[in-house]
């Protein structure tokens, strides 16, 4: 019988003792674990050490970077890439445990993830994302991305049944604040990019963008907690073009359109 594949986890934090503990204990059997830590301010490290994780701290540099040093930092090929908000569901646990043990057979698997929707977890029905996040780094790393950065792999991929949960939609007003800073740091990645119709993209998409969120993806399964998501979730894609175009506007008008003495407007943001 072969050697059962070592594991690695990697995590990166800031001030997430609220979620971190059941974020490792779902993980503790793991070979190493490696928390790269964005300087917090709370227990996320007091934590950490009750798990005996490799610690290192680093000012954070942005997700996709910030992800990849936690990675440089690993010591097995094999790494299983979770945010401090996650944990493993047992049947997950016991899945790639199973796995490790038989010998992967791709050089990637994507995982589901189960939301929490705000008071409640989302319904099994409902259609999850499937995120790459059990990956093999010698096929690749991670990408930089300003925001949604995630593993890129070279080679083979396939999925696990599996569900991982996911412990960030805390509340109605934890879910804006993070819609208004994602959106935010999109932009300056849009702006590297040809864009065209941006007003009719503000107009058009967020209604499709609501539909597809409850009808196509059955967030009508989660009642009014499955409504407010995809009403949220339709606001962030308006969002993301309406920065967008508030940059371009005052790209072109400067302070024109504003009375001749009045105070400086500020930059457009792109951070």
């Given at each position: ?89 047992p049947g997950l646990q ?77 509340d109605v007003h934890a ?92 930059a457009a943001r792109q951070?």
């Amino acid at each position: 019988m072969a050697d059962r594949t070592r594991l690695s986890v990697i995590v990166t934090t800031y001030n997430n003792d609220r979620t971190l503990r059941a974020c490792l204990e779902s993980v503790r059997w793991a070979d190493e674990i490696v928390v790269l830590d964005s300087l917090s301010s709370d227990d996320t490290l007091v934590i950490a050490r009750s798990y005996n994780a490799c610690i290192k701290q680093h000012p954070f540099m942005g997700y996709g970077p910030q992800k990849q040093m936690a990675l440089e930092l690993t010591s097995n090929d094999w790494v299983l890439l979770l945010d401090a908000d996650e944990a493993l569901s047992p049947g997950l646990q016991n899945e790639v445990r199973r796995l490790l043990q038989d010998g992967p057979l791709v050089d990637g698997y994507e995982i589901p993830r189960q939301e929490q929707l705000f008071w409640r977890m989302c319904h099994p029905a409902t259609r999850m994302n499937h995120f790459l996040r059990l990956f093999d780094k010698r096929r690749g790393g991670i990408d930089d991305m300003p925001i949604h950065a995630a593993p890129k792999v070279q080679g083979r991929i396939g999925r696990l049944k599996s569900l991982l949960y996911h412990f960030g939609e805390t509340d109605v007003h934890a879910k804006v604040e993070k819609i208004n800073a994602y959106s935010t740091g999109l932009v300056k990645e849009k702006l590297k990019k040809e864009r065209w119709g941006i007003p009719l993209i503000m107009i058009f998409y967020p209604p499709f963008f609501f539909l597809r969120s409850y009808f196509f993806k059955r967030n009508f399964l989660n009642g009014w907690a499955g409504f407010i998501n995809s009403v949220v979730a339709a606001f962030y894609v308006f969002l993301k073009y309406a920065k967008l175009y508030e940059h371009d506007q005052f790209a072109k008008h400067g302070t024109r359109l504003f009375p001749e003495g009045a105070p400086p407007v500020p930059a457009a943001r792109q951070d």
